[in-house]
């Protein structure tokens, strides 16, 4: 935090998702994501579990992932024209900077519940997306078909106990994104 920040309920107000194609360089340093990844660990989680990781998808690998992307929809689409095909690889280019973020729930788990354990991980990636805010930059969250995938699992080398939640991109936002509405309808109710 530096005397600079916003406060930060004005921060978490004005937080918003910046579209992957409109995160571009500069991206955080290797200081100022280790500062992210310590913004995720400060996140509430149920017995310290730490039930999510996640993989740096440097730009020299982005290829690597575009070919899984296109094995994944080939897979789940077999019919799907050469195109379409083509255009799911191309995803794998997006946002600056490229993180999978890996749930690795303990489904037994004698006191912390799964969904302890979701709630922890969504947690933590909203503190990642807030400090990146804090440090000048925007991010977005995408999960779409490619994070289901088996195929897209095994090229990141996710483990079968682990689950691929999503796709976290980080960069410079270049476009200001709308303000939000604000819109806390129906959100509480008084237990009478
Ligand atoms: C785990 C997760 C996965 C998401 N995956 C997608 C996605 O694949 N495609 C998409 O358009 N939005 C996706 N979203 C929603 C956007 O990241 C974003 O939150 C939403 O568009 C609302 O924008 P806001 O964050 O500015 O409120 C996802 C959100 C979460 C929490």
């Known amino acids: 935090m530096t005397d600079a920040s916003p406060p930060l309920l004005d921060l978490i107000l004005a937080r918003r998702s910046v579209s992957p194609r409109f995160l571009v360089e500069p991206t955080p340093t290797a200081e100022q994501l280790g500062l992210i990844l310590r913004a995720a660990a400060a ?14 998808i440097p730009p020299e690998r982005r290829g690597d992932l575009a070919t899984a992307f296109r094995e994944a929809k080939t897979e789940q689409d077999p019919g799907a024209p050469a195109a379409e095909i083509e255009r799911s690889g191309e995803k794998a280019y997006r946002g600056a900077m490229l993180l999978a973020v890996v749930l690795r729930v303990v489904r037994d788990h004698p006191r912390v519940s ?12 909203e503190n990642m997306l807030l400090a990146a805010m804090t440090l000048g930059y925007a991010g ?11 195929r897209v699992r095994l090229a990141l080398g996710i483990s079968g106990d682990e689950e691929l939640a999503a796709f976290l991109m980080l960069g410079t936002p270049a476009k200001t994104p709308l303000p939000r509405e604000d819109a806390i309808d129906g959100l509480l109710s008084t237990w009478e």
């Open 114 to 125: 799964v969904s302890d354990q979701m709630l922890a991980a969504g947690a933590a990636i």
């Open 140 to 150: 977005c969250l995408r999960s779409g078909i490619s994070a289901t995938s088996r």
């Open 43 to 56: 996140a509430p989680d149920h017995k310290s579990l730490r039930p999510y990781r996640f993989i740096l």
